[in-house]
């Protein structure tokens, strides 16, 4: 290995494009850049290809955020900056955009309550409010537990109910000169199912939107797999966002990622753009899914149809909770609701965090499929 | 540090892809760049990309190049060190303590271990390449075992102590990117993502692998996959679905069917989804026609 001290004045350009990727949250260890440094040596290099293709291979950048680094290379090698600067000031004005989408949202929350609702009302939903916080931390704690379980191929050890475990009776054996005391035992582990969340955050949703997100952050908290997409216009992974103990901050990182607020919705199409990403598809296979949002798509739902028929194929149970079910009037009536009623497990009402905490709590439990209990309402 | 042999068979990215067309594989500068230094640097090769693009070829491909033997290692959730590592044969062994009665007897002896691929790899890492293919489907536990396997490649076994690999082994990892692979893995690995080939490229693979594919037929194939790549579809169809569809067509067409026709009829060794089928079917007989022009 080489030291610091004595290393040759030409390998600076590489330590400082190793340094400038840091700077930019990529992640690349002191060992990569050695290794980047050893296959330029090897390579020749003849030409600033190889110096790209020995980057690439090296410090490996995941698919996503390939264009970035090649901005960022065309830039340090070449000097060329005008990709750079363009998409940093992009990003900066998103975030504006999206705290100011924020406040409007909580105002127009406010309004809607001080508006609508009776007096007496307006007191109970205040005191709901703070119940909340208390009812998403105890949702949180017994997440892990309530959602469904499937068999691991991993086993335990344990004294009854298994099958015998013939490397530890073995030694056990040998340890006691032949003799056969009480074989152990051993059983398959249960783990939890992953659970999927989309959250619709289209202006339809306006209302729910800040609810939701706080659910799924508590989800993302307390459970061991869980993902988290909002849809509108576009689709967002926002998983790595709520990981962040701190709720709010938490919540402030997502809404910076998210930047269709309040738009339309194209449910039908964002789901199937979820479906067509592999390694997005693949949380949703064998998982429990649950989708929060009043699925009132525009036009032609055949492309909804579609989505939510090959979701409830993969996924372990296929949830959709809509604000709407809160209205005791509510029908599944539109064209769109009725047609993806047969492939639903699970229609329910999503228009408090209560119902939403008691139903996700509730998913091991088996229930009706959602057409068998909408066709006895109606 | 790499051995000899792989260093001549190695000796350039160039000399790499002459090598790699001769066990029949196509690959392109990228790639093969990516080959040459996981060879030279003596560091595991992770390769990713879409289903169907070729990794689990590129490492038979590399294998051969190698002239070793490939040893494969197939990922799937639940999968522990008793089907990555060793496992004991405890049936042998009781009957071993029975048989040897009053004698003494080694039941920790090699004819009881039962090697699996990685201490297979570990026994003569200069005759075995290890594939560790689709790790994406373990679960995070075995890709901290394969970690501590990569960055040592030594196995302990309680009962025999630390066994160490003589030289360092070739590794080649696929993954098809349904989860993100921890960090500390894809620092250790030299890393290239495959993407789907150009027209071009994808007629000379189909030219390479398929039986007796006339050259027409070839390009025909290759401009009408890319094109239904292009479309939303659940599974777009792999390279080795495309050189399926050549040979399909080709053996229609000699019984009888006409060209476009032959095409529409073997579409089934394509596309592999009902769904998929139905949404292409009706531009089906204008993408075989623009692909033919």
Request: aromatic share 12%; hydrophobic share 30%.
């Given at each position: 290995m080489m030291r610091a001290e004595n290393l040759p004045r030409a390998t600076t350009p590489f330590l400082g494009f190793a340094r400038l990727l840091r700077r930019h949250a990529f992640a690349v260890a002191p060992e990569q850049v050695s290794g980047f440094m050893q296959a330029v040596t090897l390579l020749g290099p003849r030409s600033m290809a190889d110096i790209r293709e020995a980057a690439l291979a090296t410090l490996a950048p995941t698919p996503d955020r390939r264009d970035e680094f090649e901005a960022h290379f065309q830039s340090y090698f070449?000097?060329?900056?005008s990709a750079m600067v363009e998409g940093e000031a992009d990003e900066e004005t998103r975030i504006k955009d999206d705290s100011g989408a924020n406040d409007e949202q909580i105002a127009a929350e406010q309004q809607e309550e001080g508006g609508e609702l009776s007096s007496a009302m307006e007191q109970l939903s205040a005191r709901e409010f703070r119940r909340d916080n208390d009812r998403l931390t105890a949702f949180r704690r017994k997440l892990a537990s309530a959602l469904p379980a499937r068999r691991s191929f991993r086993t335990v050890r344990t004294h009854s109910r298994g099958k015998l475990d013939l490397r530890r009776s073995l030694r056990e054996i040998v340890s006691a000169d032949g003799d056969v005391p009480a074989p152990f035992l051993r059983r398959r582990r249960t783990v939890p199912r992953k659970m999927l969340l989309l959250i619709d955050v289209s202006g339809s949703m306006k209302l729910h939107t800040s609810d939701y997100l706080r659910l799924a952050h508590a989800a993302v908290q307390g459970a061991d797999r869980a993902e988290v997409f909002t849809f509108g216009t576009r689709l967002t992974r926002i998983t790595g966002a709520l990981r962040i103990r701190d709720c709010n901050q938490a919540l402030a990182r997502a809404a910076a990622q998210v930047?269709?607020?309040d738009g339309g919705t194209r449910m039908g199409p964002t789901l199937l753009a979820f479906l067509s990403v592999p390694r997005f598809s693949a949380f949703a296979r064998g998982a429990a899914v649950v989708i929060l949002s009043d699925a009132l798509e525009r036009g032609d739902h055949a492309e909804l149809q579609t989505a939510m028929r090959r979701l409830s194929a993969r996924a372990y149970r296929l949830s959709l909770a809509t604000?709407?079910?809160?209205?005791?009037?509510?029908?599944?009536?539109t064209a769109a609701l009725s047609a993806i009623l047969p492939v639903l497990d699970d229609l329910v009402d999503g228009s408090s965090v209560k119902n939403l905490t008691d139903f996700i709590l509730s998913l091991a439990r088996p229930a009706p499929t959602a057409e068998a209990i909408w066709k006895r309402v109606s | 540090m790499s051995k000899p042999s792989a260093e001549i068979s190695a000796a350039s990215p160039e000399a790499v892809a002459e090598r790699l067309a001769a066990s029949r594989y196509l690959a392109d500068e990228s790639l093969a760049t990516a080959i040459f230094l996981a060879i030279r640097l003596g560091k595991p090769l992770l390769l990713e990309g879409a289903p169907g693009v070729g990794k689990t070829e590129a490492a038979k491909a590399i294998a051969e190049l190698l002239g070793r033997e490939l040893v494969r290692l197939q990922c799937y959730e639940g999968i522990d060190a008793a089907h990555a590592l060793y496992e004991w044969n405890y049936q042998r062994q009781l009957l071993a303590i029975r048989h040897a009665g009053e004698h003494e007897i080694d039941i920790y002896d090699d004819r009881f271990l039962i090697a699996r691929p990685l201490l297979q790899v570990l026994n003569a890492p200069e005759e075995r390449v290890l594939l560790v293919d689709e790790?994406?489907?373990?679960d995070h536990e075995f890709e901290a075992l394969l970690l501590e396997f990569l960055s040592d490649f030594q196995i302990s076994i309680p009962e025999r102590g630390t066994i160490r690999a003589t030289a360092q082994p070739i590794v080649i990892l696929t993954s098809n990117r349904t989860r993100e692979l921890a960090e500390a893995l894809r620092r250790r690995c030299v890393y290239h993502w495959i993407t789907y080939p150009d027209a071009g490229r994808e007629a000379e693979i189909i030219m390479l692998r398929a039986g007796d594919v006339a050259e027409v037929t070839a390009r025909a194939v290759a401009a009408a996959v890319q094109s239904i790549r292009a479309?939303?579809?659940?599974k777009p169809p792999g390279i080795a679905e495309a050189v399926e569809w050549a040979n399909a067509a080709t053996i229609l067409e000699k019984g009888g069917s006409p060209w476009p026709e032959a095409f529409r009829r073997a579409i089934g060794v394509l596309i592999k989804d009902e769904e998929d089928l139905s949404y292409i079917a009706p531009e089906l007989g204008r993408i075989v026609e623009e692909a033919l022009a």
């Open positions: 070449y000097g060329n900056t930047d269709d607020w604000p709407l079910a809160g209205d005791p009037r509510f029908r599944p009536a | 790790i994406d489907r373990s479309r939303p579809l659940a």
